[in-house]
Nanobody
Framework: QVQLQESGPGLVKPSQTLSLTCTVS??????????WSWSRQAPGKGLEWIGY???????KYNPSLKMRTSISRDTSKNQFTLRLNSVTPEDTAQYYC??????????WGQGTQVTVSS
């Protein structure tokens, strides 16, 4: 069973960089055809896809966040990391990592709350 666990600071100051890591167990992040994604849900809003990194290391981002987003991976630790630059209070949300074949949301982490505030 694939399990994902998000980790990172719960509070980030405006203009700083939000950095979250997803630690994966039960499967390698290089397994063929699996995509490893980040999404978020702000209070009172729907789920917003942020981006993904594939089994081969290819990345794709939500166009609305692309200029501020970077997703990378550490295959030796079986982790992938989200970095979101220049955050504002509008980036306050519950952040989730997930995985599935070709981007399907088959497995999800429990989520982690990030608040952007001075």
């Amino acid at each position: 069973q694939v399990q994902l666990q998000e980790s990172g600071p719960g509070l980030v100051k405006p203009s700083q960089t939000l950095s979250l890591t997803c630690t994966v167990s039960g499967a390698s992040i290089t397994i063929d055809y699996y995509y490893w994604s980040w999404s978020r849900q702000a209070p009172g809003k729907g789920l917003e896809w942020i981006g993904y990194i594939t089994y081969s290391g290819t990345t794709k981002y939500n166009p609305s966040l692309k200029m501020r987003t970077s997703i990378s991976r550490d295959t030796s630790k079986n982790q992938f990391t989200l970095r979101l630059n220049s955050v504002t209070p509008e980036d306050t949300a519950q952040y989730y990592c997930a995985t599935g074949v070709a981007g399907a949301g088959d497995h999800w982490g429990q989520g982690t709350q990030v608040t952007v505030s001075s």
